[in-house]
């Protein structure tokens, strides 16, 4: 059975908190770098949700799960640009797979997924960021996305000390 992957509703994504928060934990626990450092708590991971779902709910942005026999095995979101001269953008962010689905293709559906929801809410330019040279850079590059510059030092790994080089990548879907 394969994944489906479908936006969900703000009062969804509250009833699935949990499991959209173990996404976080998992990911962070591995090491990825999504604006947590260690120790990852369930504490930290559902203040972060706390904090967004109630955008969700005003239609500020777009969150979308790849889910299979009722698990949530990925998600992405497409967060709308609020600048009223920036109606057309969108930035791509907390792509996430979870460790035990990773390498058979999720991501990289999950993307295009978003491209695809962006598109149809009227966003045709997307931007996102991600830490040079890991498996999310990977998975842009391949998706056909362009980068267009590198900040050294742009933020920290998950051990809190070392500063990483962030990759930043556009996608026009006009
Ligand atoms: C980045 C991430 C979302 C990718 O998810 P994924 O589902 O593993 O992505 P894909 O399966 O599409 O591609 C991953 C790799 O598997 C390979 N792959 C895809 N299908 C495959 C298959 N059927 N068999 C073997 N390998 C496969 C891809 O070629 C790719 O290889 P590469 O990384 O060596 O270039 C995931 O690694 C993740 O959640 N990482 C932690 C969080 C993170 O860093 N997110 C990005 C923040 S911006």
Redesign the pocket.
């Known amino acids: 059975m394969t994944h489906q992957i479908r936006l969900i509703s703000p009062d969804e994504a509250r009833v699935r908190r949990e499991a959209l928060a173990e ?1 976080f934990i998992d ?1 962070v626990e ?1 090491g ?3 604006n947590f450092i260690h120790p990852m708590t369930r504490e930290k991971a559902d203040r972060w949700w706390d904090k967004v779902l109630p955008g969700h709910a005003a239609g500020e942005r777009l969150i979308l799960v790849a889910e299979q026999e009722g698990r949530i095995d ?1 998600t ?1 979101q497409v967060v709308f640009a609020g600048p009223e001269n920036q109606p057309h953008r969108a930035d791509v ?7 035990r ?11 295009k997924a978003a491209e695809e929801a962006a598109r149809a809410a009227g966003r045709t330019l997307l931007i ?4 040079e040279g ?7 590059e ?1 998706g056909g996305w362009t980068m267009f510059g590198i900040v050294p030092g742009y933020s920290l790994e998950v051990d809190g000390v070392t500063r990483t080089p962030v990759s930043f990548f556009y996608k026009s879907l006009s």
């Open positions: 996404l990911a591995g990825a770098q999504i990925g992405v962010a907390k792509m996430l797979v979870h460790s689905a990773r390498r058979k293709g999720l991501g990289a559906r999950l993307l996102l960021d991600t830490v890991r498996e999310g850079h990977r998975l842009y391949r």
